[in-house]
């Protein structure tokens, strides 16, 4: 899961998928990073926090990390959740990064599409909630698609 500063998105998107795989019994390595590296270290925005709480999921103990070559090693799916991270993603990728495995989120969701997690960032707590149910229903999605 990979946001800019992965404070806002891809925090909640780690802890909603991580939820889900314990509801579903499923083993999978879920992790968060961001493209830039304003944020390392930090816990999620309190917001993301907060509409997380609401729903009954803890991530509070997040701490953010900026995305690495590696991570193209590590897992077999990686999310950007905009255009411009996935064009990051590409170029920390170095030469030929495995692009096959990376796709926009929200095409779990609506496959083709293309779209962008809204950033929430400058905005207020409403942008959080409508962040939170999207990134819910494209878990969802991602859990029906892969679950054996
Ligand atoms: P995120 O949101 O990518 O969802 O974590 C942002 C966090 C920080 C900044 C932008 C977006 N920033 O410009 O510092």
């Given at each position: 899961?990979?946001?800019?500063?992965?404070?806002?998105?891809?925090?909640?998107?780690?802890?909603?998928?991580?939820?889900?795989?314990?509801?579903?019994?499923?083993?999978?390595?879920?992790?968060?990073?961001?493209?830039?590296?304003?944020?390392?270290?930090?816990?999620?925005?309190?917001f993301s926090q907060k509409v997380c709480l609401a729903h009954g999921?803890?991530?509070?103990?997040?701490?953010?990390?900026?995305?690495?070559?590696?991570?193209?090693?590590?897992?077999?799916?990686?999310?950007?959740?905009?255009?411009?991270?996935?064009?990051?993603?590409?170029?920390?990728?170095?030469?030929?990064?495995?692009?096959?495995?990376?796709?926009?989120?929200?095409?779990?969701?609506?496959?083709?599409?293309?779209?962008?997690?809204?950033?929430?960032?400058?905005?207020?707590?409403?942008?959080?909630?409508?962040?939170?149910?999207?990134?819910?229903?494209?878990?969802?999605?991602?859990?029906?698609?892969?679950?054996?």
């Amino acid at each position: 899961m990979v946001c800019l500063g992965n404070i806002c998105r891809s925090p909640i998107a780690e802890g909603v998928l991580k939820n889900k795989i314990v509801e579903h019994g499923l083993n999978w390595v879920v992790d968060s990073a961001g493209t830039e590296s304003y944020h390392v270290g930090e816990a999620p925005h309190h917001f993301s926090q907060k509409v997380c709480l609401a729903h009954g999921i803890d991530i509070s103990g997040q701490r953010a990390r900026q995305f690495v070559n590696e991570d193209f090693v590590r897992f077999d799916k990686i999310y950007a959740f905009a255009g411009d991270v996935l064009n990051e993603i590409k170029e920390i990728g170095g030469r030929y990064p495995p692009m096959g495995k990376v796709d926009y989120f929200l095409n779990e969701l609506n496959p083709g599409s293309n779209q962008s997690v809204p950033d929430p960032y400058y905005g207020t707590e409403s942008g959080y909630v409508t962040v939170y149910k999207l990134i819910d229903a494209t878990c969802d999605a991602i859990i029906k698609k892969y679950k054996q």
